[in-house]
C-alpha cells in the first residue's frame, strides 16, 4: 500500500466499524430479549443507535476533504462531485423503491453537494453553519407544529415513502432518519477535522480526550433523561436524545462517540501500534458501500420474506449478523489481493466519472 493511501487506514478502520454497527442495528433488534444473552444484544443495540451512522456521516464529510486536497485546483472537480451525487441519489432512489427503504443514499447525496458548496468558504464559515444546525435543531417540532407524528406512520414508516409531496421534503430537511437540520452537521465537522490532512498522533489524542468529556457525560444524561421522559416531556427537544426529531443530546452523543473512534485509532495508527488483525476490518471499511447495499439483498430482503414487519426473533437476527460478518470479512480481504476499489464503490467511480 503506498504511502498517500497508508495514512488513511485509520479512517477505513473507522469505517470498517461503522458499517458493522450499521448492519448490527438492522438484523439485532433492540427489543424482545429475554434470555440473558437476548438482554444483552438488546442492549448492545440501544447504545449503538445512532453513534454507527453519524460516523459514517462524519467519515463521509473527511472523505469528500480528501477529495478536496487531491483536486484542489482542478477544474472539473465541481462536476466531479455533481455527477457523483447524481449518480448516489439515483441509485438510492432506485434502491429505495424496488429493494429496501432505505434513507441514507439519497440524504448522503444531498450532503455531499451542499458540504462542499459550504467548505469552498473556509473553515469559519462551515463551522458557523454547523453550529446553526445544532441551535435551530431543537425548534423543529414547534415548527413543523404536530406534523411529524403525522409524517410517520403507526407502522414505523415515514409518510414519504408512500404519498411524495411536502411530507417529503419534511422528511429530507427536518424530521427523517438522515434529516439535513442537524445531520449535516456531522460531515462539515468531518470536513473541519481533516483540514490539511490527517491530524498527527499528539493531535490525535487531544482530540480523543476533548470528544470523552464530552461523550461521557453526555451519555450518562441521556440515560438519565429517557428514565425520566415523562417529567422532562415539555422540555424533550432540549434534553432528551431523540433520533426523530433529531435532538441536540442525541447530535452531542453520537456525534463525540464517533469523534472519539476516529480520533483514538488515528492516535494509535500514528503510534505504529495498528494491530495486524485489524486490517481485515479496514478492508471491510475500504468496501462500506457495497456491504451497506449487500447484507440488504442477501440477508435482509431473504428474512422478510418468513417476517414482512421484520420482526424475526433476536436470534435470528443475531445469528445472521454473526453469518453475514464471518463470510464477507475473508471474502472482502481476498477481493482486494487484486483490486483496489470495493465493487460497487468501483462501479459508483465509474458511473460518476473520476475527477482529474
Not at 50 to 65: D, I, T
Not at 91 to 100: E, K, M
Not at 287 to 312: F, G, K, N, Q
Request: charged residues 15%.
Amino acid at each position: 500500500m503506498s504511502d498517500a493511501h497508508e495514512r488513511y487506514v485509520a479512517l477505513d478502520l473507522a469505517r470498517g466499524l461503522a458499517v458493522v454497527g450499521m448492519i448490527y442495528m438492522h438484523l439485532v433488534p433492540t427489543e424482545g430479549g429475554v434470555s440473558r444473552a437476548g438482554q444483552a444484544l438488546n442492549a448492545a443495540g440501544q447504545l449503538l443507535e445512532g453513534k454507527s451512522a453519524a460516523l459514517f456521516c462524519l467519515l463521509a464529510g473527511m472523505s469528500w476533504q480528501i477529495q478536496v486536497e487531491r483536486s484542489r485546483g482542478s477544474p472539473h472537480f465541481r462536476g466531479y462531485v455533481l455527477r457523483r451525487a447524481v449518480a448516489l441519489a439515483m441509485a438510492g432512489a432506485l434502491f429505495h423503491a424496488l429493494v429496501w427503504p432505505t434513507e441514507i443514499l439519497l440524504p448522503l447525496a444531498l450532503m455531499m453537494v451542499l458540504a462542499m458548496v459550504i467548505s469552498r468558504n473556509g473553515a469559519r464559515p462551515t463551522a458557523i453553519v454547523a453550529m446553526l444546525l445544532l441551535a435551530v435543531a431543537p425548534f423543529v417540532p414547534a415548527l413543523l407544529d404536530g406534523r411529524i407524528a403525522a409524517d410517520w406512520g403507526p407502522d414505523g414508516t415515514p409518510l414519504a415513502d408512500s404519498e411524495p409531496g411536502w411530507a417529503t421534503a419534511r422528511f429530507f430537511l427536518l424530521d427523517g432518519n438522515y434529516p439535513l437540520v442537524p445531520w449535516l452537521a456531522f460531515p462539515l465537522v468531518g470536513m473541519l477535522m481533516l483540514r490539511g490532512g490527517l491530524p498527527t498522533a499528539d493531535r490525535a489524542r487531544r482530540w480523543f480526550a476533548l470528544a470523552l468529556a464530552v461523550l461521557v457525560p453526555m451519555q450518562i444524561w441521556v440515560f438519565w433523561a429517557g428514565a425520566h421522559e415523562e417529567a422532562l416531556s415539555g422540555l424533550a427537544p432540549f434534553v432528551l436524545g431523540t433520533w426523530v426529531p433529531t435532538s441536540v443530546p442525541f447530535v452531542l452523543v453520537a456525534g463525540s462517540a464517533a469523534a472519539a473512534v476516529i480520533a483514538g485509532l488515528t492516535w494509535i495508527h500514528g503510534l505504529k501500534k495498528l494491530p495486524a488483525f485489524a486490517l481485515p476490518l479496514a478492508m471491510f471499511g475500504r468496501a462500506s458501500l457495497t456491504h451497506y447495499i449487500l447484507h440488504i439483498c442477501v440477508v435482509i430482503v431473504p428474512l422478510r420474506m418468513t417476517w414482512p414487519d421484520e420482526d424475526w426473533p433476536i436470534r435470528v437476527g443475531a445469528a445472521a449478523f454473526a453469518l453475514y460478518v464471518a463470510v464477507a470479512m475473508p471474502l472482502t480481504v481476498m477481493w482486494f489481493r487484486r483490486r483496489t476499489h470495493g465493487p460497487l464503490e468501483g462501479a459508483w467511480a465509474i458511473a460518476s466519472g473520476r475527477a482529474r
